[in-house]
């Protein structure tokens, strides 16, 4: 895939998640504090620990399956992510110390997944602008450890990069939820129609199955974070499989 064209799906992601947002504006205006809380972070990040369950490829079927859907999380509206939202192809970051962080932005990977669903979740407070774009990415066994080892290299390493023509700043790792066998979390700072907007970062690993998660908050920036309800939910139903 072309530069151009994984740029462009970048796009299309931001926007999509402008536009949501802007949806609710309206309501939005008449407040500035809506007494929510960011979500709190876990109080400790979890290394790896062996997995319980012998590890299996999921199959794109078996990930449609898993994946969280309307009615799973109340009040929650959830959409697919077109597969032209998700390219797999990975294109170079600068520094190469940021790729992982890069290409999980898209929810691609190195080595790449077998298989891979995405989901778009908004609500259930119309007057909360945080919109979570998630994803279920089915590897190998070692193919999901080193995608893992990749990310929780990176936060540590990677400081600011330059991916297919943005800039993102800011990188820093956050307290990882204790899910799945293992859980990394990091934020990246962007920029999103000229605002200068945190973007929080969530990947689980459960067996060989990686679950990713990106939350951003178009309406209070400096609210972000991947909801642990939502990050719950979706390993809970993943490990039913």
Avoid: W
């Amino acid at each position: 895939m072309k530069v151009g064209n994984v740029k462009s799906s970048v796009s299309r992601a931001l926007v999509a998640a402008s536009v949501t947002v802007a949806l609710g504006l309206t309501a939005a205006c008449g407040s500035d504090d809506d007494g929510k809380k960011p979500s709190e972070p876990a109080k400790s990040a979890q290394g790896s620990k062996p997995s319980a369950k012998k590890p299996v490829v999921l199959s794109a079927g078996d990930l449609e399956k898993a994946v969280l859907a309307k009615g799973d999380l109340k009040g929650y509206k959830v959409e697919k992510l077109s597969a032209a939202d998700m390219p797999a192809e990975t294109v170079d970051a600068d520094p190469v110390a940021c790729q992982p962080l890069a290409n999980m932005f898209m929810f691609a990977s190195d080595p790449a997944s077998k298989a891979r669903v995405g989901r778009t979740l908004s609500g259930p407070d119309e007057l909360d602008g945080t919109i979570t774009t998630l994803a279920l990415l089915a590897h190998e066994q070692d193919g999901a450890e080193k995608v893992m080892d990749g990310l929780r290299t990176a936060t540590r390493k990677c400081k600011a990069y330059e991916h297919v023509g943005s800039k993102y700043r800011d990188v820093a790792a956050l307290p990882a939820p204790k899910s799945g066998d293992e859980a990394v979390s990091y934020k990246v700072v962007g920029f999103i129609e000229g605002q200068k907007t945190p973007m929080s970062f969530t990947v689980v690993r459960s067996g060989s199955t990686l679950a990713a998660f990106y939350s951003i908050n178009l309406l209070k920036p400096k609210e972000f974070g991947v909801s642990e309800k939502i990050v719950d939910a979706q390993i809970a139903k993943l490990e039913k499989l």
